[in-house]
């Protein structure tokens, strides 16, 4: 709900009307104008009766938002996020940030190679699954424990931060001591039990879309978390399903404007997964900088026709140093540096 203020509106009235909001439960963001002050209420507002706080004098109008997220909102929050990923910052106009490395960790020696070779080509944050959500029960499943410390150890010796998938609650403790960016997939953006659990950290967050979610179903996932107490969210797209079967999934690069327009939060883009095929991850890669993305998330791998898990969809370390020199230069022709 917006509340705008009569012009001049007593500082003690507008002092009482926060106190009245908040003794019911509400949050208030307040916005200031050179000639107005406006009120933006999260919360519960369905039992507030419009007419009744247009009784008060100083109210010139009030209007209920359409959007159910408040925090997400950029009519809250004019100005863009910038998260930061332990020195790394994302979003805002900062540069393009790209994350790489394997789908999953499948070896210490193996993920440290990668990460070298990553780092080297222009990679700023090492990507790694150690947890492996995976289709059927029988696919390799990840290290687990293993598979984070050999995260750690890999970030030692690159100095890169780390993503890895987070998918379930038991696990957070773990996540929030060793890895600086936390994953959640697309099979549990609508797990709400662990958003909220990851909203009660203040550990920066990469919020996949679900793989058949709309974009509201998303924006408002990435409110569960900032309604727990983090505002460190990261949009990260990683295709749709759709009728389609060319690719993986379906690549909705529209998401990008869009989100930019009802949100202050970065958006990542995932070709890998989207496309499913590692002679298109280049293209969809472009097109998502072209489109202002504020960074790409790229699964590498030595071996690819020996990777446990996405090996068809993985660039060898040649490949994806390809990709950085000209995602650098579609970068420098849209106003923006990598």
């Known amino acids: 709900m917006i509340i705008t203020l009569k012009k001049n509106a007593p500082q003690v009235e507008v002092d009482a009307l926060i106190h009245h909001f908040e003794g019911m439960g509400l949050k208030v963001n307040m916005i200031h104008g050179d000639n107005w002050n406006v009120f933006g209420l999260v919360g519960d507002t369905t039992h507030l009766d419009e007419r009744s706080i247009l009784a008060n004098q100083w109210v010139e109008n009030v209007q209920r938002v359409q959007a159910p997220y408040k925090l997400a909102n950029r009519m809250f929050h004019p100005e863009d996020t910038v998260v930061d990923v332990s020195g790394i910052k994302i979003g805002a106009g900062q540069p393009v940030v790209i994350m790489a490395g394997p789908c999953a960790v499948e070896s210490k020696e193996g993920l440290c190679e990668i990460a070298q070779e990553v780092k080297s080509a222009g990679a700023e944050i090492l990507r790694g699954g150690a947890y492996k959500p995976r289709t059927s029960p029988y696919s390799f499943q990840g290290l687990g424990t293993e598979g984070v410390m050999d995260l750690v150890e890999a970030r030692k010796r690159t100095g890169m931060p780390v993503v890895s998938e987070l998918m379930s609650v038991d696990k957070l403790d773990e996540f929030v001591e060793n890895v600086d960016l936390i994953q959640i997939g697309a099979r549990n953006m609508q797990n709400f039990d662990l958003l909220k659990a990851v909203g009660r950290t203040n550990k920066p967050v990469l919020l996949k879309r679900g793989m058949s979610a709309t974009i509201e179903e998303w924006i408002m996932s990435a409110e569960y978390i900032m309604a727990s107490g983090n505002p460190n969210v990261i949009f990260c797209e990683r295709g749709i399903r759709t009728f389609e079967k060319y690719t993986r999934n379906t690549m909705d690069l529209a998401v990008v404007p869009i989100l930019k327009d009802k949100t202050h939060l970065p958006v990542v883009i995932d070709p890998s997964h989207a496309t499913g095929d590692w002679k298109l991850v280049k293209a969809v890669s472009l097109a998502a900088i072209a489109a202002g993305a504020d960074g790409l998330i790229i699964e590498c791998h030595n071996h690819p026709e020996m990777a446990l898990s996405d090996g068809m ?24 540096t990598l």
């Open 313 to 336: 969809q993985s660039l060898k370390p040649e490949k994806f140093a390809d990709l950085v020199q000209s995602a650098r230069k579609v970068a420098e022709a849209v106003g923006r």
